[in-house]
């Protein structure tokens, strides 16, 4: 199933991404620093939610209180109540 959420206090405006069985795949972030986030989805593929989640989860970025990887834990957080 395909996901778009909408990030919030990050560089990044959006983050699209697909899930099936429980796995994390075709992630992709609108804005931020490109190479980093084409790294953090190269990272991510094919992972299980919950171990992204895990390992995301809490990673501040400039002292915002969040930062691209943990809102993808966020997105993927909001998607558990849908699945």
Not at 35 to 51: C, P, R, T
């Amino acid at each position: 199933m395909h996901y778009n959420y909408k990030t919030n206090g990050t560089c990044s405006k959006e983050i699209d991404f697909e899930i099936n069985d429980n796995k994390l795949s075709n992630v992709s972030f609108t804005g931020g620093c490109n190479g980093n986030l084409k790294a953090i989805a190269s990272l991510v593929e094919g992972q299980d939610i919950d171990e992204v989640i895990k390992r995301c989860k809490g990673i501040n970025c400039n002292n915002k209180g969040t930062s691209c990887a943990d809102q993808l834990a966020k997105a993927l957080e909001s998607t558990k109540v849908k699945l």
